[in-house]
C-alpha cells in the first residue's frame, strides 16, 4: 500500500470516529500532554494530526474522558450500550471499568436496573350491582 493510500486510509478513521461532544483540536491539545498516551505510542499505535489511533479507533486524553462518558451515557442507555457506544470510536486503558462506575454511580441507572422492581399493578372486577 503507497504512503498516500495509508494517509487517506486514517484520514478517513478519523473523520468516521471523531466525537461530536469534544472537538479535534482539543484531543489533540490534550494527545500531546497526556502520560499514559505516551506511554502507550507502539506497534497499534499510530499518531495522525496531532491525535493518537489505536487501530480505527481515537485515544481519548485523560482530561477528555468524563466528558466522553457522559457523552456516551447521554439517555441511561445501560452499561451494555454504553460500552458499544464507546467501543465504537474511542479507546484508553480500563475504559470498560470507567464506564460500569459511572452507571454503578448513576441514580436514574441504579433506579431502573433495582432488582426488586415494584409488583405490577392488578384490576379488579367490577361489581355487578351498585
Known amino acids: 500500500m503507497s ?8 484520514h478517513q478513521v478519523v473523520e468516521e470516529a ?9 484531543i489533540i491539545d490534550c494527545s500531546a ?10 506497534n497499534e499505535l499510530c499518531f495522525y494530526e496531532g491525535i493518537l489511533l ?10 477528555l474522558r468524563r466528558k466522553v462518558l457522559m457523552a456516551a451515557h447521554e439517555g441511561d442507555p445501560g452499561i451494555v450500550l454504553m460500552k458499544a457506544r464507546l467501543r465504537t470510536k474511542v479507546w484508553w486503558p480500563r475504559y470498560d471499568k470507567d464506564a460500569e462506575n459511572l452507571v454503578k454511580s448513576c441514580k436514574g441507572c441504579t433506579l431502573v436496573s433495582a432488582p426488586y422492581p415494584p409488583n405490577p399493578l ?3 372486577e367490577l361489581p355487578n350491582k351498585p
Open 3 to 10: 504512503a498516500n493510500k495509508i494517509e487517506n486510509y486514517i
Open 18 to 26: 471523531k466525537p461530536t461532544a469534544i472537538s479535534l483540536r482539543d
Open 33 to 42: 500532554e497526556d502520560p499514559e498516551i505516551i506511554m502507550l505510542f507502539e
Open 54 to 63: 489505536r487501530g480505527t479507533r481515537i485515544v481519548i486524553p485523560n482530561k
Open 122 to 124: 392488578k384490576r379488579r
